[in-house]
C-alpha cells in the first residue's frame, strides 16, 4: 500500500516503524515528518493543515491510505476534506474530533452515553471557580477548554495556585473545574470504524516532567505497556479492556454515530482506576504519544491492515488485535526548558551507540539535520528511546542504557519510568 502519515513527532515515527516492520512492501510517506522518519519513509513539505495541499498530494501519489497523527489537522477537518474526496482516512472528522478539541463536548457526550468520569463545573468568573473549588473540594482540577498540548490543565491543593491557572485561561473562555479522579492512570486505545470497536493493549503514561510525578505537566515523558499490576485490582488485563469496551468506548461510539458524526479512527481514553470503578479523566481523538511507542512494537496484527479496515468501515472483519508477551518501555529525551520554554537548535550526539543497544530503537520527535549534516534538536520532546525486553527489569535497564548514550547539552529524561513493575 502507499500510505501517508501526517504528523511529525515520535509517534507517528513509531507509526512508520510498525508499517515498515509489516515487511509488505508498503511505500511510506511523511507529512511533514522529521529527520529520523527520512530513514524509514519519504518525508515531504506538506502541510498537514492544508486541506487543499493534502489532497493534492494523495492525488499526485495515488495515496491508498492516510493516517492523521497529531489532533491539530483532525479539529481543522483534514480528515473530512480527505473523505469527501473518497480518500480512504484513519482519524476522525471535525466534528467527532472535538472529543478531543473541547473538554465541554466531551463531557456532554459521556453524560449523553452514560459514562462514568469526573464530576465537572463550568466556570466562567473567578467566583464560579471559587464555588466550584468549595463543592468539588482538593486536590483541585482546573482546565483549559480546548487543545492546550497538555498543558491547559492543573492539578493541586494549592488553591491559590489553582485559582491563578483558571484566571490565566478565564481570559480565553470558561474553564471546567472538575472532581479529583484518585487512583492509578491507564491509556486504553481503541480503534473504530465508527461503529464497530476494537480495543489495543493498555498502557501506562507518565505526564509529569519529573521523578516522583513532580513538576508541571507535559506531553508524556515516558511509558510503559503491558500493565502487570492489573492482575492483582482487576483479574488481568483482558478483563479491564473488556470492561471499558463496553462501558466507555463502545456507548461513545454509538452516541457519536447517533448525532450524525460516526467517529472513524483512534479513540484514545484517559482513565483513572478509581475505588468506585473506572472512570474517563480524558479523551484524545488520535493515538497518545508516548504511549504509541510501547503500544504498537507489541502488536501482532499487521497494523496497515486495521488502519484500513477502520477507515474503510470494515473493522468488524476483524478479530480483536494480538499482542506479543514482550514488554517494552520508552523513556523521552526532552530539551532543556522543557515544556514551558524549550531550548531548540542543540547538537544530538551518541544515536547510534543508543540505537546499538539490544532490543532498542529510537523514534525521533523532533529532530533536524544541521547544515554541517548532523542533527540538532528542533522542539521540547526530542527522542523516544524504546526498548523491548522478555522483563521489565531487562527492557528497563537497555532503555536506561541507551538514554546514557545520548549527548544533548541540558536534556531531560525521567529516571522512574516503569519503576514500580522493574521487578517483574
Ligand atoms: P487532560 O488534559 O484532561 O488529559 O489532563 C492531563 C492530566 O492531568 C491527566 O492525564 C491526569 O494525570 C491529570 N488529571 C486531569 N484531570 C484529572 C482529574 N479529574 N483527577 C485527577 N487527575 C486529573
Ligand atoms: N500521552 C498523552 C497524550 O498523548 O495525550
Keep these: 500500500m502507499r500510505i501517508l502519515v501526517l504528523g511529525s513527532g515520535a509517534r507517528e515515527h513509531a507509526i512508520i516503524l510498525a508499517l515498515r516492520s509489516e515487511d509488505a512492501g508498503h511505500e511510506l510517506f511523511a507529512a511533514p515528518g522529521n529527520a529520523g522518519m527520512a530513514h524509514d519513509a519519504t518525508v515531504v513539505a506538506v502541510d498537514p493543515l492544508d486541506p487543499a495541499a493534502v489532497t493534492a498530494f494523495v492525488n499526485q501519489e495515488r495515496i491508498d491510505l492516510v493516517v492523521v497523527g497529531p489532533e491539530a489537522p483532525l479539529v481543522a477537518g483534514i480528515a473530512d476534506a480527505l473523505r469527501e474526496r473518497g480518500i480512504p482516512v484513519f482519524g476522525p472528522g471535525r466534528a467527532a474530533a472535538q472529543l478531543e478539541g473541547s473538554k465541554a463536548f466531551a463531557k456532554r457526550i459521556m453524560e449523553a452515553a452514560g459514562v462514568p468520569t469526573a464530576r465537572a463545573v463550568h466556570a466562567r468568573t473567578t467566583a464560579e471557580v471559587e464555588a466550584a473549588f468549595d463543592e468539588l473540594g482538593a486536590p483541585h482540577v482546573v482546565k483549559a477548554d480546548g487543545l492546550a498540548a497538555g498543558k491547559g490543565v492543573i492539578v493541586t491543593s494549592d488553591r491559590a495556585a489553582a485559582l491563578a491557572h483558571a484566571e490565566t485561561y478565564l481570559a480565553l473562555g470558561p474553564v471546567l473545574v472538575e472532581e479529583y479522579l484518585d487512583g492509578p492512570e491507564v491509556s486504553l486505545f481503541f480503534l473504530s470504524d465508527g461503529d464497530t470497536v476494537r480495543p489495543l493493549a493498555p498502557a501506562q503514561d507518565y505526564k509529569r516532567l519529573r521523578d516522583g510525578d513532580e513538576g508541571p505537566n507535559t506531553g508524556g515523558m515516558g511509558a510503559y505497556s503491558p500493565l502487570p499490576w492489573l492482575t492483582e485490582r482487576f483479574g488481568g488485563e483482558q478483563a479491564l479492556t473488556e470492561e471499558v469496551t463496553h462501558t466507555i468506548a463502545e456507548p461513545v461510539i454509538r452516541q457519536l454515530d447517533a ?53 474503510s468501515g470494515h473493522l468488524e472483519d476483524h478479530p480483536v488485535p494480538a499482542f506479543a508477551e514482550a514488554v517494552a518501555v520508552t523513556v523521552v529525551v526532552a530539551s532543556e526548558g522543557y515544556p514551558a520554554a524549550p531550548v531548540t537548535g542543540r547538537m544530538i550526539e551518541g544515536l547510534d551507540a543508543a540505537a546499538a543497544v539490544p532490543g532498542v530503537h529510537l523514534a525521533h520527535a523532533a529532530t533536524a539535520v544541521a547544515p554541517d549534516g548532523g542533527l540538532v534538536s528542533s522542539g521540547g520532546r526530542v527522542l523516544s528511546i524504546v526498548a523491548l525486553g522478555s522483563s521489565f527489569a531487562e527492557a528497563t535497564a537497555r532503555a536506561y542504557e541507551a538514554v546514557g548514550h545520548i549527548r544533548l547539552e541540558g536534556a531531560q529524561h525521567r529516571s522512574d519510568i516503569a519503576a514500580r513493575v522493574r521487578e517483574t
Design 259 to 311: 448525532e450524525g458524526t460516526p467517529f472513524i479512527g483512534l479513540l484514545y481514553a484517559g482513565l483513572v482506576l478509581t475505588d468506585d470503578g473506572v472512570k474517563v479523566v480524558e479523551f484524545n481523538a488520535r493515538f497518545g504519544d508516548p504511549e504509541t511507542q510501547v503500544v504498537l512494537p507489541r502488536l501482532v496484527d499487521p497494523l496497515s491492515q486495521l488502519l484500513l479496515s477502520a477507515a
